[in-house]
């Protein structure tokens, strides 16, 4: 889709429009918020329902230097600050600034925050990106998350796609209302008793079903019920590039869920703990950069299917990807590609208790990331990442590195270990350094005997149950993530009532006889669990009424709920 209009910045007293014909972007001034996107005729993709600070919005969750655990206080960006950074007829980039100082120490993160929001011409879209800083006189503290959020309009927007295979109608967010839901544990989770819709009864909706790896985590989103004034309308967010997100290639992050809602993560604390809490030492600089991002729109022709919408949706993060590093961030904390460099070698496999030859990595995973201990990039939260597939042969090659110093990291498939080179590399402006033969020595202290599943990093071969039938996610019904499926932990115990698996050399078939996950079996008497469940009840219709007012503040009555890990019949 094209336009012949000019590019237009509208700026009025409370709000600014980014304008280029093709979708029109509205913006609270100068906070900063999301508040409307015009295109394809409808006067906004957004839910106007919401306060314009709820509709499109950055928020972080910090909290005090010395806090555990994986919580803190909630806070939307706001800006205080509006400027045009770029006019032209080819590009809009707009900036809304929060300066921080120590007045505010206690009360709003202690960071310098630029959110960036770029318009290009004949672009079907919009970017968003934004610059954290942190002074080194500041006082030190926690980030457990970053992210950006759009919550969708509720009458339109019922079809989420996340993969290929990972894609469906959706419930509505009533259908999670108390009354219509069974609150489970976590409270996230919840048990469509009474849906509008007949067709979700019996289904568990639970937004961390519908996460993903950051590798393959580059473009989802929803797609509009056609209707008279809609004739089939696409929103999808893009993330075309890794090196801004923590925990590396591996970490999963949430997408799309009800609401309609999608998100672009940036740093999270989920499913790794408190290890990746960002923690900020005292009289420790910090400064990052993360997106841009693409906010992709896009309309069917009559007679299409919708599905096509998805299609054209992946063609489009394939060029996103295809054009980074991007050339038109203004900000100069964005390196382009002329300044960054580029990295090149063979990585191979010395085992004498499989070959007396170099073997090579074939499918290795080989990247760059801040200095740390072997395996360290799985919690590192504070720098940026970059990373390739080896072939067959072992050989690698990663592009568009941005300057600085980095430990080369690498786990091979097949082979147990982690691989971290014991030098710095140094990589500057329009480098492109060939790096000769890496070896990598897998852990032995002699040959291997017998072992259990694969050395990949996934337990997917390993044995995974269905779920009870009282707790499913029909998606996932003969689904490879069958793994995704609500309460797959309660299921240990019930197949292993008594005693845990033991697994025999020879006799034993893991994809049979191993559970995919180690759980924990609970036991308690009957007075107990009485008790417990009576607790549950009330904690969770608590918990629903309260983190509708105040998300944050209720996760300790969320950590003592969740600590009720018992089967919920």
Known sequence: ?????????????????MDNGILQVYLSKPSGFVTRIQYNGIDNLLEAGNEKFNRGYWDVV??????????????????TSFNVIVENEEQIEISFTRMWDPSMEGKLSPLNIDKRYVMLRDSSGFYCYAIFEHQKEWPAFNIPQIRIVFKLREDKFHYMAVADNRQRFMPLPEDRSPGRGKVLVPPEAVLLADPVEPE?????????????????????????????????????????????????????????????????MFLSAHYAGEDLVLKLSPNEPWKKVFG??????????????????????????NEEVENWPYDFP?????????????????????DRMLSDDFIGARGAYVGLAPPGEAGSWQRECKGYQFWSIADDDGYFSIDNIRSGDYNIYAWVPGFIGDYRSNYLL?????????????????????P?????????????EFYVPDPNPNYINKLYIDHPDKF???????????????????????????????????????HVGRKMMALTKALHGKLSSILLMWRQVEPISCDWLLQVQMSLNYRLE
């Open 292 to 317: 841009p991002t693409f906010i992709y729109l896009n309309a069917l022709l009559d007679g299409e299917d919708p599905l096509e919408l998805w299609e054209d949706a992946k063609d489009q993060m």
């Open 200 to 264: 979700f009864k019996g289904e568990v909706d639970d937004k961390y079903q519908y996460s993903c790896q950051n590798k393959d985590l580059k473009v989802h989103g929803w797609i509009s019920s056609k209707s008279e004034s809609d004739t089939g309308t696409g929103f999808w967010v893009i993330i075309p590039s890794n090196e801004f997100r923590s925990g590396g290639l591996t970490k999963q992050n949430l997408t799309s869920h009800v609401g309609p809602i999608s998100l672009a």
């Open 448 to 460: 291997t005997l017998w072992e259990i599943g694969i050395p990949d990093r996934s337990a997917a």
């Open 484 to 522: 995704r499926q609500y309460g797959l932990w309660e299921r240990y115990s019930e197949l292993y009532p008594r005693e845990d698996l033991i697994y025999t050399v020879g006799v034993s078939d893991y994809s049979k006889d191993w559970f995919f996950a180690h759980v924990t079996r609970m």
């Open 1 to 17: 889709m094209s336009s012949e209009e000019a590019m237009q910045l509208r700026i009025e007293d409370n709000h600014v429009v």
């Open 62 to 79: 910090w909290s005090k230097e010395g806090s555990t655990g994986t919580t803190g206080t909630f806070e939307r960006i706001v800006g």
């Open 426 to 446: 140094t990589i500057t402006p329009g480098c492109d350094k060939n790096i000769s033969d890496i070896i990598f020595e897998p852990p032995r202290d002699g």
């Open 330 to 350: 203004a900000s100069e904390d964005f390196q382009i590609s002329s300044e960054r460099g580029s990295v090149s070698g063979t990585l191979l496999v010395r």
